[in-house]
């Protein structure tokens, strides 16, 4: 079974900083792409970023440049770096991976951005 786990999310200022990690919990093949995504409260699930296994990135309107995308393979972790934070960024921020026969997520990790 694998298991996605998500840290680094906590309470920041406005125009903070966060590095959000998601760990997995073994090697997976046959990967198609990695993501991040969040839900605001009262909102659907939206993207983030993801990253696909050639190294192509895709970003969320509302966050291109301001956060990154990166994945550490020696490691198995995901990461997720946050830069100039706004309220609007508020929100719990899922790990996801996705392959061929599979579609893993993590539990989630909260965000809150105060002004």
């Known amino acids: 079974q694998v298991q996605l786990v998500e840290s680094g999310g906590g309470l920041v200022q406005v125009g903070g900083s966060l590095r959000l990690s998601c760990a997995i919990s073994k090697t997976i093949t046959n990967i198609n792409h990695l993501g991040w995504y969040r839900r605001a409260p009262g909102e659907q699930r939206k993207l983030v970023a993801s990253v696909g296994v050639g190294g192509n990135t895709n970003y969320g309107d509302s966050v291109k440049g301001r956060v990154t995308i990166s994945r550490d393979n020696t490691k198995s972790t995901l990461y997720l770096e946050m830069n100039n934070l706004k309220p609007e960024d508020t929100a719990v921020y899922y790990c996801?991976?996705?392959?061929?026969?599979?579609?893993?997520w993590g539990q989630g990790t909260q965000v809150t951005v105060s002004s």
């Open positions: 996801r991976v996705v392959g061929t026969t599979f579609d893993y």
